[in-house]
Each structure stands twice: as structure tokens, then as C-alpha cells.
């Protein structure tokens, strides 16, 4: 199932409920290699938002599974 989140052209939106999976399909655009490599291809995201007016730049990811998880560095 393909589906696409559109915001309001005058505001952002916000979706919590984790009803949302990633699917990143076939794409060889870089961000979709990014996705891939980190292990993000059919996750469910804690936080969706959208809106028209954000720009940002997309640097390549990195896999922080391998870190502890006891709270430290």
C-alpha cells in the first residue's frame, strides 16, 4: 500500500498514533540508499510531521545499533 502524508499548505501536522510504516520501494535516489543502509525500510517511525515550509539538508546517516544502551556515550 502506497500512502502519502500531506500537511496543510498554512500549517504542519503531526502524526503520533504509529500508524505509519516506512517504505522506502526500489528508489536509487541517495536518501533512499541512506534509508536503506540503515536498516529503516518497513519501520514504524515514533513521530511523523509535515509541512510545506521546511527545508533542510540530508547528510548521510550512520547505524547507532551497535551502542550501549546503559544510559552513557
Not at 502519502?4 to 504509529?18: E, S
Not at 533512499?32 to 513521530?47: M, N, V, W, Y
Not at 509541512?51 to 550501549?68: I, V
Amino acid at each position: 500500500m502506497l500512502a502519502f502524508f500531506h500537511a496543510p499548505a498554512d500549517a504542519a501536522a503531526v502524526l503520533l498514533d504509529g500508524s505509519v510504516r516506512l517504505a522506502v520501494g526500489d528508489s536509487r535516489h541517495p536518501m533512499a540508499e541512506h534509508l536503506r543502509r540503515l536498516g529503516l525500510d518497513g519501520k514504524r517511525p515514533f513521530l511523523v510531521a509535515g509541512t510545506h515550509r521546511f527545508q533542510s539538508r540530508l547528510n548521510a546517516g550512520e547505524s547507532r545499533a551497535a551502542e550501549s544502551h546503559d544510559g552513557g556515550p
